[in-house]
């Protein structure tokens, strides 16, 4: 069936009953022109939709008090780009554990082609924060202030009268203010929630770059949940994208049943089971639910599809129609290809099998960088452009900088030892204690005297010590004169 631009453009629910032959050469919510097609799913209403709130629910709750809930003083999670502090876990990490987040980065990758391989995307459905808040809050909200599909629909299509400015005033203003708090959230995982408080309290002009990441934050909550919407998982989401290369014919997906389901037509009330049956009629009774709920606006009957994001509304649409037809549910179910051609459960194939091996190694890899983890870590390098001087007394001082990294809940302190060599080593502006969970940078002077030099270019060792105890040793060079 094929759907005119101009009858796109008076209805816009046009979108949810377009089934073009080439589906897979289009997007389910453009017209042939590519003008978008608004949506309007129906609100769903099943067991898996109550599983979702419920596990939304919890979902938000942990989003949105992740910033307050501090260990040991320290977030549970920040992501502080601006001052290159992570804390996960109210584990403080910083730029020197770039070993430790290669490990880390790499894992979550894998993990993700794994649990995509075996069960698609079922993040996308269920624990995605676009996913949650779009279809638990922000489209829950519109269900209360403008109706159900149906209404909502009418309400677009209707001239502007007193009723539908205060509702379509109410619904925006109720979504600018949550995508504020959203995106306050945001700035909290960034900067932590005490650098945000004072964002709030403190004269404006104090903190201009914060109000400003606000406001930005704040319009591109908006931006997405009021317009953007489904388009952000069929165009912008990479892991979308990524899908065809991690999804086979055993991956779990939310699937279609057309071996039970076809050949579809509608129910009619004349037509015993029966006689429906044996006249070749599948289970299918073509009556568009699932389509009609669907949030990216796609027909599953058509197969696995990009854009869907297994939320599996169609399920529960489905599921419905067949308990009132007195039919078993699970026309459209969790199943892979193979399942459903097959009857096979979930398949571990050698692919999955290779993922989680190397799932495993990077695991132990990072569990390893983990526990090995110093507690001080400790740079020390020449000063730029410094050569050698030569005292009055005769001696070679050489400079050095010196960078320590507490990445202990404790203050350490730290005293440097000359290792290979007689002589002096101090250590200048500080650097003898170094706070808990901060960086100090400080200069050392190193003297010896030139009869222990036997080139221009010695070697020497400097042991690092805190509370009586070797913590480092780190090798650099002595510079002198030539010989
Ligand atoms: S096809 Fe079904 S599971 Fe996929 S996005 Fe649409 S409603 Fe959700
Ligand atoms: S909801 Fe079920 S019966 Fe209705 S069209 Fe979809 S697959 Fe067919």
Known sequence: MKATNDKNKTDPSAAQKINWGDFRDHLSTADQQGNRMWLYPKKPKGRFYLARLYFSFVLIVVMFAGPFVKIQGNPLLMINIVERKFSVLGVIFWP???????????LFLTGIAVFTAAFGRLWCGWTCPQTVMMEMVFRRLEYFIEGDAYAQRALDKAPWSAKKL?????????????????????LAYIIGIDALKLIITDPPDSHLAGLGAMCV????????????????CTFICPYGRLQSTLLDENT???????????RRGPLRRTQTPEQRQTGGAGDCVDCNQCVAVCPTGIDIRNGTQMECVNCTA????????????????GLIRFASLNGIERGELLRVTPRIIGYCVVLALLGLGLVTLLVTRK??????????????QTTPEGKINNLYLLKLTNKTHHDLPVELKLENLPGTLSVLGGGSLVPAEKQVESSVLVQLDPTLLPTANTPLVVGVYSNGRKIETLKTMFLGPRK
Not at 224 to 232: D, G, L
């Open 252 to 262: 779990i997906v939310v699937a279609y049943d057309y071996k039970r389901g076809e």
């Open 166 to 186: 205060f509702k379509k005033l109410a619904k925006h203003t109720v979504f600018l203010g949550l995508s504020f708090v959203i995106g306050n959230t945001l």
């Open 314 to 329: 169609c399920i529960d649409a489905c599921d419905n129609v067949m308990t009132k037809i007195g039919k078993p549910r």
């Open 217 to 232: 934050f704040t319009l591109i909550f908006y931006g997405i949940f009021a317009r953007f919407r489904e388009q952000a």
């Open 375 to 388: 507690d001080l870590d400790t740079t020390l390098l020449r000063a730029p452009g410094g050569m050698f």
């Open 96 to 106: 020197q554990d770039n070993l430790i987040f290669a490990f880390g980065f790499l």
